[in-house]
Nanobody, 126 residues
Framework: QVQLVESGGGLVQAGGSLRLSCAAS????????MGWFRQAPGKEREFVAA????????YYADSVKGRFTISRDNAKNTVYLQMSSLKPEDTAVYYC???????????????????WGQGTQVTVSS
């Protein structure tokens, strides 16, 4: 069992930066791939970024590539999403999630994640 709690969301102007954190409970955190997803009002939840259990490989949606960076610290049971050059279209509720699979093709799909946090709101003003 893994419990996830996101933090770090808020209101920021376009071009600004935020760092989201996701703290996990449970001794098996390091065995899960971790992902960030987001959901804007009236839209489906979409993939943002993912990182392997080891932290050695990362994956990004095209819309955030070059602006966002995912990382993890297994000693602290925490995964991060550093967001830079934020745009109004990045406004959404951001969720972290845990994926038990080691197949990178699974990282892009919400159905492959078994644990989810409650989400943190990110609002980017123009």
């Amino acid at each position: 069992q893994v419990q996830l709690v996101e933090s770090g969301g808020g209101l920021v102007q376009a071009g600004g930066s935020l760092r989201l954190s996701c703290a996990a409970s449970g001794r098996t955190f390091s065995s899960y791939a971790m992902g960030w997803f987001r959901q804007a009002p009236g839209k489906e939840r979409e993939f943002v970024a993912a990182i392997r259990w080891s932290g050695g490989n990362t994956y990004y949606a095209d819309s955030v590539k070059g602006r966002f960076t995912i990382s993890r610290d297994n000693a602290k049971n925490t995964v991060y999403l550093q967001m830079s050059s934020l745009k109004p279209e990045d406004t959404a509720v951001y969720y972290c999630a845990a994926n038990p699979l080691h197949y990178s093709g699974s990282y892009y799909y919400t159905s492959q994640y078994v644990y989810w946090g409650q989400g943190t709101q990110v609002t980017v003003s123009s």
